[in-house]
């Protein structure tokens, strides 16, 4: 099996850098649990509209791209929550008891993550097959690894006088998409 990715590099990139917008102001700003819904709301449905087009999904493809989406992050969040839940717990443990119950909360919650993402495979390869299933994985994986890098990466400072100004984080990760990397020296 032979696949072509090069264009999925470009969109990909620009929703990388709309991703990074959304998640910066979300950094940025004091967020209440309704705008934070809102943003991750919003994100998701970035996510699926970027798929969906890269995937070539027919509209009837979509909509249940869309729903299994939905469905399955919405049951990660709920994973998430247990096992923030759970590390509370960890955190709280005043006897060996709690410990072990907390532990064990803590165990079911990571069993149900590494479940979710087996789900995922299982419920989206009938829908796009193995080629656009092996899209959508190479897809994903590129756009997290670059916003957990961009994330990782420390925020530009403000400028101390008005003569500079800093770059934004969209703007960074726009020119360095843009900017090609030095052609390597010829060794001697």
């Not at 090069?6 to 850098?17: D, F, H, M, R």
């Not at 400028?159 to 020119?175: E, K, Q």
Request: charged letters at 25%; glycine letters at 2%; one cysteine or more.
């Amino acid at each position: 099996m032979s696949v072509n990715f090069k264009p999925l590099l470009w969109p990909t990139a620009v929703a990388l850098v709309c991703a990074c917008a959304t998640v910066t102001a979300l950094a940025a700003a004091p967020q209440t649990p309704a705008a934070d819904s809102k943003e991750r709301a919003r994100l998701e449905e970035l996510f699926i509209w970027k798929t969906s087009e890269e995937l070539k999904l027919a509209p009837a493809e979509e909509q249940k791209f869309t729903d299994i989406i939905h469905d399955l992050n919405k049951r990660r969040r709920e994973a998430n929550a247990r096992m923030d839940s759970a590390v509370s717990s960890l955190a709280n443990a005043k006897t060996k008891a709690e410990a072990e119950k907390a532990l064990g909360a803590h165990r079911a919650a990571l069993r149900e993550t590494q479940n979710l993402q087996n789900a995922e495979l299982d419920r989206l390869r009938p829908l796009l097959g193995p080629e656009k299933l092996a899209k959508y994985v190479l897809a994903k994986s590129s756009i997290l690894e670059k916003l957990k890098t961009m994330l990782a990466a420390p925020a530009p400072l403000p400028a101390a006088t008005g003569t500079t100004s800093a770059m934004t984080l969209p703007a960074a990760a726009a020119t360095a998409s843009a900017t090609p990397a030095p052609a390597p020296s010829p060794k001697k």
